[in-house]
């Protein structure tokens, strides 16, 4: 009796105190809007108008502001987060899409669709500093956790161009399957990982080798190969989990990263594109292009736990670091 | 002991000299026609240079890939006038380039590919629509990349039968392609479940295609053309010839819409069309064109990058290793339609999506939901497997 007494009073006292509550921003293609996440709520507490076309969207390593990368305005706006405004806008190329920054939080780097380029852009003096030239329609963008090697991918060249972030010059080119789009590295920097749209799969690279070492390939009973597209990836910081985003095919797969085999496929909304981890790791949210929304996931239980409605075609999200 | 060891040498000397990653020469020759087929609008004027500004597109695309890998890709162009030796041209082009594009129509392609039947040229068909040189005049030395009248039909017709617009009034042309077309339109409409409640022939009687006063003429012309006919839910054209067909939006004598070769018209691509990426190649093409791209360019474009895509995966720039390639299990290529294209192995005609474009917008792209197939539901656009003709070799 007393036991179980207590047991509910901790149960209520549990639910009663609020989770810590995370902030998502989401950025959505066709609204030209930022919708902005309550993880509490698992509601859209704000929606922020921004520039034509946003994609490509990321803290800056303070926290404090959002870059979004609108491609039709060709340039990189800045919302700051305490007042939900966009601020400020940074000169990127033609078509910015996604980008990454340095471990300091000082260098951005672009990727413009229209121009076979990467831009590098100084955020504190919000100024231009160069290009790099790489293949045609560059897409994806990592940077090695060291900081040393930048990865960008080309979507019609189809490789991982590694760029030296010192020289700033390609190094190597691994040619991986059609239209890659999203690059991602390992926390120990074991592995990067690159998915082909087109090509219906995604690479394990050797970072230090830079060589294909293994292939994720995808296999959903009823869909055809056609409709397996894998977009965005996450990986867990302990580096055992990955989840990719496989687009038309409505589902997230669940990987586990040591053997590379998919464990699992999540069913989630119409044409899932890129995802977001909660700093805790707690929960992974994607965003559903073709149904207008975000669903979220369990990251342990690995289960879908809710949908929540966000403007029209959600492309990015993103979490503030912790 | 001596012998072996130079073996030995002879060897080594081989491997060393590909190590060495000279750079890989592609040669790509462009075969098509002299001069412009006239459309009936002005705004539809084919440039000089349709297709091949599509090709060159893709060349620069290639070699900025090829940059990194050492390859290095080339055009040459050739056009032939009327009556002059497409043989004797496709020969000629051959001693220079491993890889010909082709625009020519049916019979001269025929003619380039048997020329060079004993050669390992490879012909990459992307201009001619004819369903009959992927089936009974099929050629191992030719892969398509324009999609053949049945694909493009089949994509009509699957859309129309979703639109449960069933009831169809045929109108074909008096020549000879419209009146291929329009057995394409007959075929898919049999496939799908549509109904031609009437065909009409448009006969050509020549004149000039624009007159000062020739809109009143038409307009009184094309409401009594279409009045006797039974009821019908679209009027579905057959004109390839540009005789007619453009003048039929607006002008019924029911208000019904129109579709074919002019309306709601099926094509490989259209300058509206954005989705899946396609606005960053049509703003490089325009840049590159300054002017939009047509189906044709695309044709041309996608045949040329499937030339870049096969030698960048085999890396070389042997005519015979990238055809083992394009046929081979391992091909494929992204050309903006929302997924993978690959070859069909019994008459190497590339799959791919059709758009259904009106002219200012992309109304939708087939092949539409529902229409399943257990290999490809690309394979519910043209001839399929079990009914080809095709025999390789």
Redesign the interface.
Known sequence: MWRRCLLSVTVLFAAATPAFAFIAYVSNEKSNTVSVIDTDKWAVTATIKVGQRPRGIEFTRSGKFVLVAVGDDDKIEVIDTATQQVVDSLPSGP?PELFTQDAAGKLLYVAN??D?TVTIIDLENRVRLGDIQV???PEGMAISPDGKILINT??????A?FIDTATRQ?VA?V?VD??PRFAQFKRDSSELWVSS????TVAIIDPAKRVITGKIEFNIPGL????I?PVGIGITKDGKTGFVALG?ANRVAVVDATTHKVTKYLLVGQRVWHMAFTPDEKYLLVTNGVSNDVSVIDVSAQKVIKTIQVGELPWGIAFAEP | MIRWLVGVIGLSVVASHALAAEPIDIHIGYLGQAGIKSKLSLVEQPSENDGIAGARLAIEDNNTTGKFLNQRFALEEVRLRDGEDVAKAAATLADRNGFIIVDLPAAALLKAADALRDRKTVLLNAGATDDRLREQDCRANVVHVAPTRSMLADALAQYLVWKQWKRWLLVVGSHETDKLYADALRRAAARFGAKIVQEEMFEDTGGARRTDSGVTLIQRQMPVFTQAAPAYDVLVAADESEVFASYLPYRTWDARPVAGSAGLVPTSWDAAHDQWGAIQIQNRFVKLNSRRMTARDMQAWTAARMIGEATSRTNSGDPRAVSDFLKGPDFSVAAFKGQRLTLRDWNLQLRQPILLADGRMVVSVSPQEGFLHQTSELDTLGVDRPETKCKLN
């Open positions: 078509d669709e229209n076979n293949g045609v329609e080309s979507e019609t060249t189809n490789m161009h390609i080119n040619l059609a239209r749209e087109i090509g219906g055809r190969r056609e409709a597209q038309p």
